[in-house]
Nanobody
């Protein structure tokens, strides 16, 4: 399975971005998916996760009410809609996918929120 993120960039505080994660390869093996972020000097943080059918989602407290995760299995794509962005959301965002045998993750996309 290959995962490719897109949609990152520079945005002012209060703005919005939508990240996409396109999956290819043996996508039939994927169960849950999600997003995590890594900021310099900070621990990795899982910000959102979604079950295989999209019926259940989980969010970190730091993004609840601002971020929305979704997936379109027909397009093998997952999304992260990020609203009301804050400077502390600045990080590299990675998508990940879980299968019974392996975990997969993408190369990451930079999100920078200016104050």
């Amino acid at each position: 399975v290959q995962l490719v993120e897109s949609g990152g960039g520079l945005v002012q505080a209060g703005g919005s971005l939508r990240l996409s994660c396109a999956a290819s390869g043996s996508t039939f093996s994927i169960n849950a998916m999600g997003w995590y972020r890594q900021a310099p000097g900070k621990q990795r943080e899982v910000v959102a996760a979604i079950t295989s059918g999209g019926g259940r989602t989980n969010y970190a407290d730091s993004v609840k009410g601002r971020f929305t995760i979704s997936r379109d299995n027909a397009k093998n794509t997952m999304y992260l809609q990020m609203n009301s962005l804050k400077p502390e959301d600045t990080a590299v965002y990675y998508c990940y996918a879980l299968s019974p045998e392996y975990d997969y993750w993408g190369q990451g996309t930079q999100v920078t929120v200016s104050s």
